[in-house]
């Protein structure tokens, strides 16, 4: 038994270099099979959630523009309402003051004139 141990021929427990060459294609082509089907799920989930964030945006935004339009409506009632109510009032007040001017022309007369006094000393300052 004269056995060389650095003998080049092959020993039947070691594979052959093309097995090995085989084998790492093998796995190599699982690995590349396993992680393109991750990826393809990966991308289907992305995408179902961009799709989720957009109607929840849509939604969103359509309840914001439901809210803002109510929010004008009433605002616009509130100050067509005081808009009324101050139209009203310089109403008044235009009746009342030619109802006193009516009734006291003599004092009116002295009032205009004493201010429009006042308000010439004022300019020529």
Same mark, same amino acid.
């Given at each position: 038994?004269? =056995?060389?141990?650095?003998?080049?021929? &092959?020993? &039947?427990?070691?594979?052959?270099?093309?097995?090995?060459? #085989?084998?790492?294609? #093998?796995?190599?082509?699982? @690995?590349? #099979?396993?992680? #393109?089907?991750?990826? %393809?799920?990966?991308?289907?989930?992305?995408? =179902?959630?961009?799709?989720?964030? +957009?109607?929840?945006?849509?939604?969103?935004?359509? $309840?914001?523009?439901?809210?803002?339009?109510?929010?004008? $409506?009433?605002?616009?009632?509130?100050? !067509? !309402? +005081?808009?009324?109510?101050? !139209? /009203?009032?310089? *109403?008044?007040? !235009?009746? %009342?003051?030619?109802?006193?001017?009516?009734?006291?022309?003599?004092? %009116?007369?002295? /009032?205009?004139?004493?201010? /429009? @006094?006042?308000? /010439?000393?004022?300019?020529? *300052?």
């Amino acid at each position: 038994m004269n =056995e060389n141990p650095f003998s080049t021929s &092959p020993t &039947p427990a070691t594979p052959s270099l093309e097995e090995a060459a #085989s084998d790492l294609r #093998s796995a190599v082509s699982d @690995f590349a #099979s396993a992680t #393109s089907e991750k990826a %393809t799920a990966v991308k289907n989930r992305a995408v =179902e959630t961009a799709e989720a964030l +957009r109607a929840t945006a849509t939604d969103k935004a359509e $309840h914001y523009k439901t809210v803002a339009t109510e929010k004008a $409506h009433i605002a616009t009632e509130s100050a !067509q !309402q +005081r808009y009324d109510d101050a !139209q /009203g009032k310089a *109403k008044e007040f !235009q009746a %009342t003051a030619e109802d006193y001017i009516r009734q006291n022309p003599a004092k %009116t007369i002295l /009032g205009a004139l004493g201010v /429009g @006094f006042l308000i /010439g000393l004022i300019t020529r *300052k």
